[in-house]
């Protein structure tokens, strides 16, 4: 069964270093795509990055970049420069598709980040 | 671009009571759509989707339910609450496709007394 696990409850990290956050998947789909969302305290869902089972490259989006080890299911998110509006919960999350003709999206349990100044 | 209102953001509502919660989509017609639930702390648990007008579909049995009476209109409900209802509920629009990302409702933070 497809599943998403993230070990880190929570981490601090200090301004301006760089934190890497951990999130191993389990699938036996060969496509599929892994998402990291940050969750501020107010509670909506940021789309963060996007890494798709078959790009070569690791995603990049400015600050963040993503991790991608495929052998060893692996996408950990790395957070560059680190900033104070970084605190917040981070869900890395898993599209699987279904039979149908939806999509599936799960989520781990989330990592909480707290950028210390 | 697709954007998705949810309301009221907040609710309390006392045990046994009834809920509906509503979930409006624009920017895109025929969408699939879900309901996850945060419980305090915790990751999104998938609860409904729907792929289209009165079709919904359960991930796990609980005291809610689902409804799609029009294609942009996903409500979530329950006759009688439960203290275990309490969380943080988002309705969301799965990806469409290849490098795309599901998108999300502001949420409405629910707790039952």
Known sequence: AQKITQTQPGM??????????????????????????????SGEMIFLIYQGSYDEQNATEGRYSLNFQKARKSANLVISASQLGDSAMYFCAMRVS???????????????????? | SQTIHQ????????VGSPLSLECTVEGTSNPNLYWY???????????????????ISSEVPQNLS??????????????????????FYLCACPPRGVNTEAFFGQGTRLTVV
Request: aromatic fraction near 12%; glycine fraction near 8%; hydrophobic fraction near 35%.
């Open chain 1, 12 to 41: 601090f990290v200090q301004e301006k270093e760089a934190v890497t956050l951990d999130c191993t998947y389990d699938t036996s789909d060969q496509s599929y795509g892994l998402f990291w969302y940050k969750q501020p305290s």
């Open chain 1, 98 to 117: 279904m039979k149908t003709s939806y999509d599936k999206v799960i989520f781990g349990p989330g990592t909480s980040l707290s950028v210390i100044p």
């Open chain 2, 7 to 14: 309301w009221p953001a907040t609710l309390v509502q006392p």
């Open chain 2, 37 to 55: 639930r945060q419980a305090a702390g915790r990751g999104l648990q998938l609860l409904f989707y729907s792929v289209g007008i009165g079709q």
């Open chain 2, 66 to 87: 689902a409804s799609r009476p029009q294609d942009r209109q996903f409500i979530l409900s329950s006759k009688k609450l439960l203290l275990s209802d309490s969380g």
